[in-house]
């Protein structure tokens, strides 16, 4: 039996629709979900005693300036500071500040606080698993410590999820390493490695 042409050109309608749908649900489907945690940048932070070095958070303003004197708000000119990628699965990063001028805030003769800063949400901490810390100053080893306290603390809810070595501001950082048990200061150089797993 011939069909007519409209026949034909209804045919041909619903065979081209057929096709298409068909090529529709064929597409392989692409995620949107950010893979967030699938990397964090570490950043290193501290704070002398009299704020005469300063190398601020990664979200401050003042992070441009990079090692700073805190009560001038003044850059320290010459000093190099490296920030590392944390990767999913088992790492271990350094992260530091280098260059002669550290020298420049050793009368402070200690610390308020040294930590590792991190581009992961807070509301993730659970993701980072810090198994040590090792701090070093002028490349000679000053405290490694094991299980270091990440920040947020317990009930609080900080925007970044931070690796604490010294601050003497926290009792969870303080049990580790108390701050004033540090007086060493760099004159070339200081780091922290920390080991550990992202999640």
Not at 53 to 65: I, Q
Not at 106 to 130: H, Q
């Amino acid at each position: 039996m011939r069909l007519s042409n409209v026949a034909k050109r209804v045919f041909s309608v619903a065979l081209a629709a057929a096709v298409t749908a068909s090529s529709i649900v064929a597409v392989p489907q692409v995620s949107k979900k950010a893979d967030a945690a699938s990397s964090a940048t570490a950043y290193l932070c501290f704070a002398s005693k009299g704020y005469n070095g300063v190398l601020s958070n990664h979200n401050d303003s003042n992070r441009s300036k990079g090692v700073m004197n805190g009560n001038k708000k003044k850059s320290i000119s010459g000093v190099k500071v490296s920030n590392a990628t944390i990767k999913k699965g088992k790492f271990t990063v350094t992260v530091s500040a280098s260059g002669s001028k550290l020298k420049s805030f050793a009368k402070d003769k200690g610390w308020n606080s040294i930590y590792v800063d991190t581009s992961l949400a807070g509301k993730s901490k659970k993701k980072l698993k810090v198994t040590s810390a090792t701090l070093k100053i002028d490349g000679k080893t000053v405290k490694t410590i094991k299980n270091p306290a990440l920040t947020p603390d317990p009930g609080k809810t900080d925007a970044f999820t931070q690796v604490m070595v010294i601050n003497t501001w926290n009792s969870y950082a303080q049990k580790k390493f108390s701050a004033s048990s540090c007086t060493k200061m760099p004159k070339k150089s200081i780091s922290v490695t920390i080991s550990g797993k992202l999640k």
